[in-house]
């Protein structure tokens, strides 16, 4: 079974308008940490923002904010204003119980158009 | 530097070499993680290291694969008779210690290697 499923290939959304990348995931442990990245063109991985599974809010990061839904396992990215160079290919991660393996999800390409 | 650094950025080999691939993680980072992204693919994990141990090597995916750290910085990750199958881009990642928040992974530019 999928740990981390990302359902939507590739996104299209207009500058300035917001947008939300879908991310559940499964796991049985109660500590787990989830994380979201973007990769550019040019390959590498960025940080955008972390959801520990105890904490009471929701995360946000400037533009970037996390919808964490824990009963239904999801962690949806927001990003709020898109701009032209939020077009990238964006991944939802966990960190899983005690272990410090991150799995990833398949990726979402967002393609933002002006 | 400030951020990860890895070498060679680039390595065309031919089937049956070793190859040698370099990690230089952000000072201080006591974590250490590499991983492997085949063609439009997600990433998978292979090793982490905390300080200069590696807890779990389960995620290599076979015996060809090794990986060292060494006084808690720089770490290698070595792949003998290296097939067309271990054709990819080698991300390394640290992180300033493992647990909550500081667990956050910063990643390397990546290696990337063709295998002939």
């Known amino acids: 079974a999928q740990k981390i499923t990302q359902t939507q290939p590739g996104m299209f959304v207009q500058e300035k308008e917001a947008v939300t990348l879908d991310c559940t995931y499964d796991t049985s442990d109660p500590s787990y940490g989830l994380f979201w990245y973007k990769q550019p063109s040019s390959g590498e991985m960025i940080f955008l923002i972390y959801q520990g599974s105890y904490d009471q809010q929701n995360a946000t990061e400037g533009r970037y904010s996390l919808n964490f839904q824990k009963a239904r396992k999801s962690a949806n990215l927001v990003i709020s204003a898109s701009q032209l160079g939020d077009s990238a290919m964006y991944f939802c991660?966990?960190?899983?119980?005690?272990?410090?393996?991150?799995?990833f999800g398949t990726g979402t390409r967002l393609k933002v158009l002006a | 530097g400030a951020g990860v650094s890895q070498s060679p950025s680039n390595k065309v080999t031919e089937k049956g070499k070793d190859v040698e691939l370099r990690c230089d993680p952000i000072s201080g980072h006591t974590a250490l993680y590499w991983y492997r992204q085949s063609l439009g693919q997600g990433l998978e994990f292979l090793i982490y290291f905390q300080g200069n141990s590696a807890p779990d090597k389960s995620g290599l995916p076979s015996d060809r694969f090794s990986a060292e750290r060494t006084g808690g910085s720089v770490s290698t990750l070595t792949i003998q008779r290296t097939q067309q199958e271990d054709s990819a881009v080698y991300l390394c990642?640290?992180?300033?210690?493992?647990?909550?928040?500081?667990?956050?992974?910063?990643f390397g530019p990546g290696t990337r290697l063709l295998v002939l």
């Open positions: 990642a640290s992180s300033l210690r493992l647990g909550t928040a500081e667990e956050t992974q910063y």
């Open positions: 991660a966990m960190r899983e119980g005690p272990t410090y393996k991150y799995i």
